[in-house]
């Protein structure tokens, strides 16, 4: 008799909590993790108990501390981990940039027996990449290539963006040859690993091209970013006709231009001197971006005049700083550059240290090194850290000036 009572209420328990779980997918998906958190603390407390799977809910929409402390809470619940509950906190700490606390959720996760997965491997190593902390991604995906999984498109992208974050293009291109040689050619995620490899190649722009043209013979059709990257390489190269041909590919596969790509573009011929071209080729900016570009190259052709028209009549220009910082280098003459700093001050504009170092340089090739070493030394106040530019700028101006005694 008691056996068939105790079915009812096991089911009825067993669809309560099926009722609570869907209840906090919603919450969920609505963004409203501060009342899914509160409902698993009350299911706690009245039921019914939470299983390992609610807290995974709840997990996924949690920042790095708030999802640190719930699975630090598990055991306490009588609930074990598993590689969802790791794969949501080492996203989380992904989300952060906390690249050490992810590596410290790995560990764990492995020292519990809780077998890792691709996806949350592959998370780690993005989470790493994205803190700048590549040696410690590749490290990690080295160490991971003894846990028997086998690497799909996502794992492979992450490794080589990695590489890409650390300037190792070799390693990046050998990855995405070993990737090919094992999925299909045509895999809709090789264009995202080819990305990742592209932006490997910053000042490497004829393999860019080349592999640019691999995606072509494999008939992987190559997206914006993946153009960028190269119009990227090229421009770092100067090889202004070589991003003119890029851009003409982009045309003839179909793939529209963005900012970005007129932006770099423009970038690639300003480098070579070409600032005609450069101009040409957005001729009316409306995005920061090409603004800046455009300006960029004003400063190559040593048209301050047309740099100063083109801010002072683009009222997105005046609201970047990046554009007030490329006004500031194209004018190259101290007393407008003290004048553009002025006008930055009046808009509320706080200047970075590429426009300061803009001023300082300009300060130098006039031999103004009294006003070379006040801005050198208000740099902190500004909260900025002078780097080897600053430092060569207001010594180069203090030789010039016969004066090698600046302030202690």
Not at 158 to 175: E, F, K, P, Y
Request: proline share 3%.
């Amino acid at each position: 008799m008691r056996l068939r009572s105790a079915t009812p209420l096991a089911a009825h328990a067993e669809r309560g909590l099926r009722d609570c779980i869907q209840r906090l997918c919603r919450l969920r998906g609505s963004g409203q993790w501060q009342e899914a958190l509160w409902q698993l603390h009350e299911m706690q407390h009245s039921g019914p108990s939470p299983n390992v799977i609610a807290c995974n809910v709840v997990l996924s929409s949690l920042e790095a501390g708030q999802a640190q402390a719930l699975v630090q809470e598990l055991p306490r619940m009588r609930l074990q981990a598993d590689a969802v509950t790791y794969g949501s906190l080492i996203a989380a700490h992904g989300r952060a940039r906390q690249w050490a606390e992810t590596l410290a959720a790995v560990e764990v996760m492995r020292d519990e027996g809780v077998q890792l997965d691709l996806v949350t491997s592959s998370t780690a190593i993005s989470a790493c990449a994205r803190s700048s902390k590549w040696r410690q991604a590749l490290a990690l995906m080295r160490a991971l290539e003894g846990e028997r999984l086998q690497p799909d498109v996502v794992f492979y992208s992450a490794c080589i963006d990695a590489c890409a974050q650390g300037r190792r293009w070799t390693m990046a291109v050998q990855l995405l040859d070993r990737m090919l040689a094992q999925s299909s050619p045509a895999a809709a995620g090789n264009v995202i690993a080819y990305a990742a490899a592209l932006r490997s190649l910053e000042a490497h722009w004829s393999v860019a091209v080349q592999l640019l043209v691999d995606m072509k013979w494999k008939r992987i059709s190559p997206d914006v970013v993946a153009f960028n990257a190269v119009l990227g390489a090229c421009g770092s190269a100067a090889q202004w006709e070589a991003g003119l041909q890029v851009l003409a590919a982009m045309a003839g596969s179909r793939v529209a231009q963005d900012h970005v790509s007129k932006a770099l573009a423009m970038s690639a011929c300003a480098q070579a001197k070409r600032w005609e071209t450069a101009l040409a080729l957005c001729p009316e900016p409306e995005h920061a971006i090409t603004c800046s570009a455009f300006i960029t190259a004003c400063g190559q052709g040593r048209r301050w005049q047309l740099a100063l028209l083109a801010l002072s009549e683009s009222e997105v220009a005046r609201r970047s700083t990046v554009c007030w910082n490329a006004t500031l280098s194209a004018c190259d003459y101290w007393p407008r550059s003290l004048l553009l700093l002025q006008h930055m001050a009046r808009r509320l504009l706080r200047t970075d240290l590429t426009g300061q170092n803009a001023l300082l340089s300009t300060l130098e090739k006039g031999s103004q090194w009294a006003l070379a070493l006040d801005v050198f030394w208000t740099l902190r106040q500004h909260h900025l850290q002078p780097d080897a530019i600053s430092f060569n700028s207001v010594i180069s101006a203090c030789e010039k000036g016969h004066t090698r005694n600046p302030r202690p």
